[in-house]
């Protein structure tokens, strides 16, 4: 599966070369403070008014998903519960129904918005396995088009990639208004 190692190499540059970068990383810590205040998913949950910012595309009642800012691939979501939790053990049934239901929702308005040719979805659990944030799990949702696999090689400048990402943001909000996405 040369394919897949290639795709998956660049992000871990991107997100390296991105620290200390990230608009999160020089804010004060909520007054609350606990193990969720180094956590960019709790820090978005719990900063509604900056979601263009944090590139937060929905919210849920109990999940929230995030376009990331140093993707695989154009388009790359990611779904996380609204509880700080590292795996899916801590997640209760209705909890895990509402991440798959944004799978789905997520692929929907993918399809609509840039017209993937497939995707890859996943997780990742613990560093070791090249979890960015193991604290917090949440699933990659990654579109895929035919001949994609050097994409990221080529064009793995953050600056070019952070411009895309807001100007995507909007588009997939538009969509989304559109379509009444999320239907769940
Ligand atoms: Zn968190």
Redesign the pocket.
């Given at each position: 599966m040369t394919e897949r190692n290639n795709l998956w190499a660049p992000w871990r540059m991107n997100y390296i070369t991105g620290l200390g970068t990230e608009p999160n990383s020089g804010k004060k810590a909520d007054s609350k403070s606990n193990e969720?205040s180094d956590?960019?998913?709790?820090?978005n949950?719990s900063h509604p008014k900056n979601d263009d910012e944090n590139l937060v595309l929905w919210r849920t009642e109990l999940s929230i998903v995030i376009l990331n800012r140093y993707p695989y691939n154009n388009g790359h979501l990611l779904i996380?519960p609204a509880k700080?939790i590292p795996d899916l053990d801590k997640a209760d049934s209705e909890e895990m129904l509402d991440m798959m239901k944004l799978i789905r929702e997520s692929q929907k308005v993918l399809s609509l918005t840039i017209k993937p040719h497939g995707f890859n979805v996943g997780m990742n659990f613990s560093r070791c396995a090249g979890a960015g944030?193991p604290?917090?799990m949440h699933i990659h949702v990654v579109p895929r088009w035919s001949g994609d696999t050097n994409f990221m090689s080529v064009c793995a400048d953050t600056k070019v990639i952070s411009q895309s990402l807001t100007e995507l943001l909007e588009l997939l909000k538009k969509v989304s208004k559109e379509n009444n996405l999320p239907a769940l």
């Open positions: 969720t956590c960019f998913i709790c820090h949950l996380a700080h944030l604290g917090h």
